[in-house]
């Protein structure tokens, strides 16, 4: 699966372009400078069992195995800029709080069911915060449309959850297991054929 066809897949699955998308389709650097030493052992941890809580193991390996953590990691610190850096930073903190004000724990310590709960519940939250910035941003929006600098204009930050939701699925998506377990593999892939067969069952080719 190449780039392009990764984040409109991501867009598709998540209701909205993928954040950083642009910076990861390129291979250029976004040049945000707040990642720093956010991603310390403790919250990669935390970021995989959140990945797992989205996409969890079943008769395949799910978003832990894939270590979906370390894609965060990356894509965060080369593709997002200042303020989403900041945006998904803040939100590593913020799960606990969500999950103590809920549980009266820590993410990592509830259940696979309150954990669950957690996120359902971030997952309203963000969508209602994700519209009203998409609301608050459409003046100035329009306003880069019409100058023809559309890529000029830097959007407020998305809520936090979306972030992880996305990296979650993109990361899953690019890892070996992704390609070897859930899709057809071709190590050497052969012409396009559009009128290949296919039956109701069959991988999606990688």
């Not at 409109?8 to 250029?28: A, D, N, P, R, W």
């Not at 832990?64 to 080369?78: H, S, Y």
């Not at 009203?132 to 809520?159: I, S």
């Not at 890892?175 to 377990?181: C, D, L, V």
């Amino acid at each position: 699966m190449n780039r392009r066809d990764l984040i409109k897949l991501v867009g598709v699955l998540t209701g909205g372009s993928m954040i950083g998308g642009q910076f990861f389709l390129s291979g250029c650097n976004a040049g945000g400078k707040a990642a720093g030493g956010a991603f310390n052992e403790a919250n990669l941890a935390l970021l995989n069992e959140i990945g797992e809580t989205i996409l969890p193991a079943t008769a395949t390996p799910g978003a832990k195995a894939a270590n979906v953590a370390e894609f965060m990691r990356i894509l965060v610190t080369d593709c997002y800029n200042q303020g989403d850096q900041e945006a998904f930073i803040k939100g590593i903190s913020e799960i606990d709080v969500v999950s103590n004000k809920m549980h009266k724990n820590d993410f990592i310590k509830c259940t696979p069911e309150q954990r669950t709960e957690i996120l359902v519940s971030l997952e309203k939250e963000a969508k209602e915060y994700n519209h009203k910035v998409w609301e608050a941003d459409k003046p100035e929006r329009e306003k880069f449309k019409e100058e023809k600098r559309p890529y000029n204009f830097v959007a407020t930050p998305k809520h936090y959850y979306t972030m992880m939701r996305q990296l979650t699925i993109a990361g899953f998506l690019n890892s070996e297991i992704a390609a070897k377990q859930i899709m057809e593999y071709l190590p050497v892939p052969g012409k396009f054929d559009g009128a290949y067969p296919y039956k109701k069952g069959d991988k999606a080719f990688y």
